[in-house]
């Protein structure tokens, strides 16, 4: 069985720091797209970075650039999200997950949508407070 979990959520203040992990069980990700969402209350879901395993490409939407980074553990079977500086707009439903079919050039220049993601963990919540 196919299990993402994530983990790392919880409540700073703004301008503190966050590491999320997302641990993949029953299925190698190698060669495969990750990538972190999020969804605010209200909103729709949104994606944040991906990263390409087989080649460690990276991709950021342009409201955490500079401020997240995506990484990979493949021995452990991994993603991790760090993310510095966060802002109160940050605050979301972080979920991870992976793309088995999504090639590394539309993966690493954004060319994606939630629906490319065939596989989803249930979500670590991040609140930042003013």
């Known amino acids: 069985q196919v299990q993402l979990v994530e983990s790392g959520g919880g409540s700073v203040q703004a301008g503190g720091s966050l590491r999320l992990s997302c641990v993949v069980s029953?299925?190698?990700?190698?060669?495969?797209?990750m990538a972190w969402f999020r969804q605010a209350p209200g909103k729709a879901r949104e994606g944040v970075a991906t990263i390409y395993t087989g080649g460690d490409s990276t991709y950021y939407t342009n409201s955490v650039k500079g401020r997240f980074t995506i990484s990979q553990d493949n021995a452990k079977n991994t993603l991790y999200l760090q993310m510095n500086n966060l802002k109160p707009e940050d605050t979301a439903m972080y979920y991870c997950?992976?793309?088995?079919?999504?090639?590394?050039?539309?993966?690493?220049?954004?060319?994606?949508?939630?629906?490319?993601?065939?596989?989803w963990g249930q979500g670590t919540q991040v609140t930042v407070s003013s």
């Open positions: 997950a992976a793309a088995p079919f999504l090639g590394q050039g539309r993966c690493s220049r954004g060319y994606w949508a939630a629906n490319d993601f065939h596989l």
């Open positions: 029953g299925y190698t990700v190698s060669n495969h797209c």
